[in-house]
C-alpha cells in the first residue's frame, strides 16, 4: 500500500508552555463559574496545516483597485487549516460548573459566536460540531489535577448555586485521544443541599478507570480519513438545488455508538471498594434533582421571526446515539440504607464480587396524529410538525453477582429514638445468596458468553433468565420488629406528606366561599346506641379474607390447554431456576 503523498500551502508547528496561577470563566451576573482552575501549567506541542486546495476548492475574489492600478482576480482556496497537538495540563484544583439554568445564557453566546464568522461558500449542510471537531482537530490532551470537582446545579434560579450535585476527584487524570476518553482516580458522589444535613456523600469508587470508545458510523468505511473531503466552490456544483449537495458525505457520521468500560484497580493489602450510602432524605432529594435536570426542556432563545433568526435548531448530540454498551466489574461492593443521617437504623448488602453489561439502543420514533372534531362533528387528524421521540429499550443484559450478603442494623427502640448515638447499631442477620446470574436477550441476542451447555440453551429459549444458588434465610424477633417498625415508619411519613399537601387545603375556602367539608365515611343518627354503632363501623373497616387449601385437589385440564404443544409457543419470558 503506497503512502499518501500531502502539499501544504501552510505548515507550522510550535512548543507551547505557559502558566498561570487563576484562572476562571464566568457569566455575567451568575454567582457559579463555569470553569475555576488554580496554579495551571500546559506544555506540549502543537501544529497546524492546510492542504493545497483542488480546483474545486478554489475560490475567485475580485479585489478593486483604485487607478493607476487595475482590478484583478485573487484566487483563494477554501481548505480549512487543521490542527495536531499533544498537550498535557497540569493543575493543583480544577472546578466545573454546569446546569439548566446556564442552557439560556450559553445558546445567547454561541449565537453571538455565529456572527464573529462568516459563512462558506460550499453549498454543503453544516457540519455538527462533533464532526467539525473530527475534521479539524487531531492529537491527545491529558489534564492532571490534584483535585477536580463537577456540579451539576439542579436549579432553574441562575442565581441559586447551593444545590448541586457534585463529582469531586482526586488524583485526577483525564485523556482524550481519537475516539477515546479514559477517566482514572478516587472518585465520590456528593449532594449539597440547604437542609439541615448539608452535604452528604452518596457513592465511593476509588481507583476509578472508565474507558469511553467512540465508534463512528460513516457512509465511508474509515471515519478517521478526514483527507478525502473538500468543499466545493458553487460554480463547480451541477446537482440540482431540491437534491441537495453535501461535500462532506463520506466524512458526515450516521450515528454513533458508545463503548462503556467501568473497573476498579485494587492494590494488594488495600481495604477500599466501591460504597453507595442512601438516606431517605437523599432519594427524596435525588428524585426532586432527576426531575429538573432530565425533565427540562431546552427552550428557544432569539428565535423566530421576530428576531429575524428562522435558522433550523442544531441536532443533538443525546439524539446522535445509537447504541450504548457498559460494562462493568467488581470484587468487593457494599450498599447501605439508613431511614436517616443519625445511621440508628438500616439496612447493609454486600457482593463479594460482580458483573454486570448492558446495551442500550435509541429509536427515534414519530408521533401518531392528533385526532381532533371539525365544526361538523366529523373526525380529522393532524400532523403537527414535531420531532420524533426519542425511546430506549434494552438489547442485552447480563449480570452475575456472587456471596451476596444481606444485614438489618439497628433495634426497635432505634428507629423511633430521636437522640443521637455515636454507638454502632447491631447487626442482625437477614439472608445471603451463593450466586445470581441474570440474562436478557433481545431480537438481535447472541449468546456469546463461555456458559455450559445447559444453561446457555435455557438462556437462548427464555427472554428473561435468571438462576439462583445457595440462598438462605433467617428471620428472628429482632428481626421481624425492625421490619415492622420500618414499614410503619414508611406509612408515618407517607401520611405526613398526604396531610401537608396541597391536597389538605382542599376542605377549606377563601372569605365569601362556600366552605367544603370532608364526606362523612358513615351516618350517624342520634337514636342509634353505642353497639348500633360498632356493628356498623366494623362493617365499613373490617375486612375479612378467607382462602382455601387446594393443594391436594385434583385439576382437570382444559380443552385447550389439551391441545397445545411446545411448538405452539411463540415467546418464553421468564425462567428462574
Known amino acids: 500500500m503506497c503512502a499518501l503523498i500531502f502539499r501544504f500551502t501552510t505548515l507550522w508547528g510550535r512548543v ?53 492600478w487595475r482590478n484583478f482576480e485573487l484566487a483563494r482556496g477554501m481548505n480549512p487549516q487543521k490542527f495536531f497537538y499533544d498537550l498535557t495540563l497540569e493543575t493543583t484544583g480544577m472546578e466545573m460548573s454546569w446546569g439548566p439554568c446556564l442552557e439560556p445564557s450559553y445558546q445567547f453566546f454561541t449565537q453571538c459566536l455565529d456572527k464573529l464568522t462568516k459563512k462558506s461558500r460550499d453549498p454543503s449542510p453544516l457540519l455538527p460540531f462533533w464532526d467539525k471537531a473530527r475534521n479539524l482537530l487531531r492529537g491527545a490532551f491529558s489534564l492532571r489535577s490534584d483535585v477536580y470537582v463537577c456540579k451539576l446545579l439542579s436549579e432553574r434560579e441562575p442565581l441559586n448555586s447551593s444545590e448541586y450535585l457534585s463529582l469531586c476527584f482526586t488524583d485526577f487524570i483525564f485523556t482524550w485521544t481519537n475516539g477515546l476518553i479514559t477517566l482514572d482516580g478516587d472518585a465520590v458522589i456528593k449532594n449539597n443541599s440547604e437542609s439541615k444535613y448539608g452535604e452528604s456523600q452518596i457513592v465511593s469508587l476509588p481507583r476509578l478507570l472508565l474507558t469511553v470508545r467512540m465508534l463512528w458510523k460513516t457512509p465511508n468505511k474509515d471515519p478517521n480519513a478526514h483527507w478525502e473531503c473538500a468543499p466545493y466552490d458553487p460554480q463547480f456544483v451541477k446537482v440540482p438545488e431540491d437534491e441537495g449537495w453535501d461535500s462532506y458525505r463520506s466524512f458526515r457520521s450516521l450515528s454513533m455508538d458508545l463503548d462503556l468500560m467501568l473497573t476498579f484497580a485494587k492494590a494488594e493489602g488495600d481495604s477500599s471498594f466501591p460504597r453507595v450510602n442512601l438516606y431517605s432524605h437523599t432519594l427524596k432529594w435525588l428524585e426532586s434533582w432527576a426531575s429538573v435536570v432530565v425533565g427540562t426542556v431546552t427552550r428557544p432563545v432569539f428565535k423566530g421571526p421576530l428576531w429575524n433568526n428562522t435558522k433550523p435548531s442544531k441536532k443533538k448530540l443525546t439524539r446522535h446515539y445509537r447504541k450504548i454498551h457498559l460494562e462493568t466489574e467488581f470484587s468487593d461492593g457494599q450498599l447501605e440504607i439508613w431511614s436517616s443521617y443519625r445511621k440508628r437504623a438500616g439496612a447493609r448488602v454486600t457482593v463479594g464480587s460482580g458483573k454486570l453489561g448492558v446495551t442500550q439502543k435509541l429509536s427515534l420514533v414519530s408521533w401518531p396524529p392528533i385526532e381532533t372534531l371539525d365544526s361538523e362533528g366529523c373526525v380529522e387528524y393532524l400532523q403537527l410538525k414535531r420531532r420524533p421521540r426519542a425511546v430506549w429499550s434494552t438489547e442485552k443484559c447480563s449480570a452475575h453477582f456472587s456471596e451476596i450478603q ?30 445470581v446470574e441474570y440474562r436478557q436477550r433481545g431480537e438481535t441476542f447472541q449468546s456469546t458468553e463461555s456458559l455450559n451447555s445447559t444453561n446457555s440453551r435455557d438462556a437462548k429459549l427464555y427472554t428473561h433468565w435468571i438462576a439462583i444458588s445457595d440462598v438462605k434465610a433467617s428471620i428472628n424477633i429482632d428481626t421481624r420488629t425492625l421490619i415492622l417498625a420500618f414499614l410503619e415508619q414508611y406509612e408515618n411519613s407517607r401520611a405526613l406528606s398526604r396531610d401537608l399537601s396541597s391536597e389538605a387545603l382542599r376542605t377549606f375556602s377563601l372569605e365569601g366561599e362556600k366552605r367544603r367539608s370532608p364526606r362523612p365515611v358513615f351516618e350517624v343518627s342520634p337514636n342509634q346506641s353505642n353497639d348500633d354503632l360498632l356493628s356498623q363501623f366494623d362493617e365499613d373497616f373490617v375486612t375479612v379474607v378467607t382462602g382455601d387449601d387446594k393443594s391436594h385437589s385434583s385439576r382437570e385440564r382444559l380443552a385447550a390447554e389439551q391441545a397445545c404443544s411446545d411448538s405452539d409457543i411463540k415467546t418464553r419470558q421468564w425462567s428462574i431456576q
Request: proline share 4%.
Open 16 to 68: 507551547v508552555l505557559g502558566q498561570c496561577s487563576t484562572f476562571s470563566l464566568q457569566l455575567r451576573n451568575f454567582s457559579s463559574e463555569l470553569i475555576h482552575i488554580k496554579n495551571a501549567t500546559l506544555k506540549g506541542m502543537i501544529c497546524g496545516a492546510e492542504a493545497v486546495s483542488p480546483n474545486h476548492a478554489i475560490r475567485k475574489t475580485r479585489v478593486v483597485l483604485r487607478k493607476p
Open 406 to 435: 444481606g444485614l438489618l442494623m439497628g433495634s426497635s427502640e432505634s428507629v423511633e429514638d430521636s437522640v443521637f448515638s455515636s454507638e454502632r447499631s447491631p447487626e442482625h442477620f437477614l439472608f445471603s445468596v451463593g450466586e
